[in-house]
């Protein structure tokens, strides 16, 4: 597996913000359903602060999006400020922000022993497709979802496209995909570490804080405290 993304930069950016993707030779009739959050627990990084950085405005990106994580703050209004800071940042330096992406420890291992059981991996992100459609794939995910940022003659236009994947949205996201591959909702674990993360953790049959914020560990079902994702693999179901 390769350390980082830059060399499958491949920037996708047709499609609907709600048409979730799917990877090819994706297995039917799953066991059970695993859903991610990306951002901080599938990988290390916040993206959006990654892509701030090539506007020189990654300080002031953290700053916000740590208030969102923590709850504090409405995701979506939050999101739409965050991402105006975006604006004229282009395209092409999407490969310098997937280089710099560093996979949890533990994500290839959790992948493939869900896959192993005759599982799904789901992810759902309040980041971007922009991004993900590079990393999902790469790590084995089988289907996920998340924000389009709009683009115009190959720079950010600070907007984003379509409806917010925000907390009630990754809920929804679960329950669909769970509908999808005829799996019950009992059958479903839930992986996140932001205030965004607690409505799909609530509606999945097990919500997991990873790497979590406070608000997060006080309503979890467990709270898992390495940050290794192998750490989920014996509750498997
Ligand atoms: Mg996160």
Redesign the pocket.
Known sequence: MPRTFGSAASVVSAGSTQAPRYRRGVPENPRFLVVL?????LIRNEVIELIADEAGRGAEVAAATEAA?RGEVDFATSLRSRVEALRGVPVASFARVLSRIQPTPGVHELIAAVHARGGRVGVVSGGFHEILDTVAPALGVDVWRANRLAVRDGLLTGVVEGDIVDAEAKASAVREWATEGNVPLTRTIAI???AN?LRMMAVAGLGLAFNAKPAVRAQADLVVEPVDLREVIPLLP
Do not use: N
Not at 37 to 41: C, E, F, L, Q
């Open positions: 959050d990306a951002d901080s627990t994580m996140g570490d932001g993360d």
